[in-house]
T-cell receptor, first 115, second 115 residues
Framework: GAVVSQHPSWVICKSGTSVKIECRSL??????MFWYRQFPKQSLMLMAT?????????EQGVEKDKFLINHASLTLSTLTVTSAHPEDSSFYIC???????????FGPGTRLTVT | AQKVTQAQTEISVVEKEDVTLDCVYE???????LFWYKQPPSGELVFLIR??????QNEISGRYSWNFQKSTSSFNFTITASQVVDSAVYFC????????????FGSGTRLSIRP
């Protein structure tokens, strides 16, 4: 199957700083990428959907100015958590879908801890 | 509104027992997809199966089997002769054809297989 990578796999940052998480499709072109957040022992919640070259569509309740998403190429999407706070500590997972494909391929996730 | 319910929060069985994970979904759309994912302690989601709404045939893959019943809006997952390596959180999920592949996850069932 197709491979999606995320970098970094884990990150610790101080409160007030910004953190960028990368999501890459390694062997296919991802026209659409999705970002999910998962709090401990909870389910995955969709944060936003991004299509290459256009602005991301955020789910209700997700602050677009805090969670900046860029999908500048067909193989890379980035999520930047701006002015991170401890409550932003979570497991962030991306997924990618190719054009006309039904399958979404998930990345391994990035564990963010804000101290 | 779309919703996926996994009523079993945690299940613990002894190795070699059979175990069924329940999943009930809600949608008014007629074209949709149902999924099961496994999330081991590492956090990476493992795709298990996708079933579209027009295919009610049950499926068996090794020790895994799935029972899709539109009449009860259920998509249950059975593991036969469970093994310790099956211990993980299992998510049932729903995606509507009309909503650009957004996946709605259930709350997950934590399965523990005791040796």
């Amino acid at each position: 199957g197709a491979v999606v990578s995320q970098h970094p796999s884990w990150v610790i940052c101080k409160s007030g700083t910004s953190v960028k998480i990368e999501c890459r499709s390694l062997d296919f072109q991802a026209t659409t990428m999705f970002w999910y957040r998962q709090f401990p022992k909870q389910s995955l919640m969709l944060m936003a959907t991004s299509n290459e070259g256009s602005k991301a569509t955020y789910e209700q309740g997700v602050e677009k100015d805090k969670f900046l998403i860029n999908h500048a190429s067909l193989t890379l999407s980035t999520l930047t958590v701006t002015s991170a706070h401890p409550e932003d500590s979570s497991f962030y997972i991306c997924s990618a879908r190719g054009d006309r494909a039904l399958e979404q391929y998930f990345g391994p996730g990035t564990r963010l801890t804000v101290t | 509104a779309q919703k996926v319910t996994q009523a079993q929060t945690e299940i613990s069985v002894v190795e070699k027992e059979d175990v069924t994970l329940d999943c009930v979904y809600e949608t008014r759309d007629t074209t949709y997809y149902l999924f099961w994912y496994k999330q081991p302690p590492s956090g990476e989601l493992v795709f298990l199966i996708r079933r579209n709404s027009f295919d009610e045939q049950n499926e068996i893959s090794g020790r895994y089997s799935w029972n899709f019943q539109k009449s009860t809006s259920s998509f249950n997952f059975t593991i036969t002769a469970s093994q310790v390596v099956d211990s993980a959180v299992y998510f049932c999920a729903l995606s509507l054809y009309s909503s650009a592949s957004k996946i709605i996850f259930g709350s997950g069932t934590r399965l523990s297989i005791r040796p």
